[in-house]
T-cell receptor
């Protein structure tokens, strides 16, 4: 099992550019989520999905879109990058929404100039 | 609403010193509590968990006890090693408005010196 994988590891964008952060898991988990990690703020939930075809907003969804066409994949799209989106992004999955343990990917470090 | 508060870092210790990282929480229900560890350049990994009051979670020499009366879940280790240098996150999972939400603390960086 590869667990949760994310690509790319690093990315630099210019303001206004768009891009997609990829996330995949091979554990057949129903629940997947995206977090951003900023200094002094811990992890904040951006979007989540309780299963294929179902997504919902988290704490800080503005500027991001998600879709969940398969159980395995949960891409995060930045529509028009802004410097405020400079952060480290983590994808996570768990068996079900009520499951205790979350499994995290290695992260994507994004810089927006 | 639910929240997690943990001590500010960084915490710098010598090898074999005793470690305590404080964590307190606020929750409306009966949350499960967790400690996650993040090593440099990696994602978070579950270190230990406790799902009800008075449970003790333990792993790799780390321990934490779910204290409902003080709403705390402090992380302890009797003798730290250089390899324990990482960022430690306290977290809770609670059912709010029909959904299960994970709330993370801000993280505490631990640096262990040889």
């Amino acid at each position: 099992n590869a667990g949760v994988t994310q690509t790319p590891k690093f990315q630099v964008l210019k303001t206004g550019q768009s891009m997609t952060l990829q996330c995949a898991q091979d554990m057949n988990h129903e629940y997947m989520s995206w977090y951003r990690q900023d200094p002094g703020m811990g992890l904040r939930l951006i979007h989540y999905s309780v299963g294929a075809g179902i997504t919902d907003q988290g704490e800080v969804p503005n500027g991001y879109n998600v879709s969940r066409s398969t159980t395995e994949d949960f891409p995060l799209r930045l529509l028009s990058a802004a410097p405020s989106q400079t952060s480290v992004y983590f994808c996570a999955s768990r068996q079900q929404e009520r499951s205790n343990e979350q499994f995290f990917g290695p992260g994507t470090r994004l810089t927006v100039l | 609403g639910n929240s997690v508060t943990q001590m500010e870092g960084p915490v710098t210790l010598s090898e074999e010193a005793f470690l305590t990282i404080n964590c307190t929480y606020t929750a409306t229900g009966y949350p499960s509590l967790f400690w996650y560890v993040q090593y440099p350049g990696e994602g978070l990994q579950l270190l230990l968990k406790a799902t009800k009051a008075d449970d003790k979670g333990s792993n790799k020499g780390f321990e934490a006890t779910y204290r409902k009366e003080t709403t705390s879940f402090h992380l302890e280790k009797g003798s730290v090693q250089v390899s324990d240098s990482a960022v430690y996150f306290c977290a809770l999972s609670d059912r709010t408005s029909g959904t299960y939400k994970y709330i993370f603390g801000t993280g505490t960086r631990l640096k262990v010196l040889a």
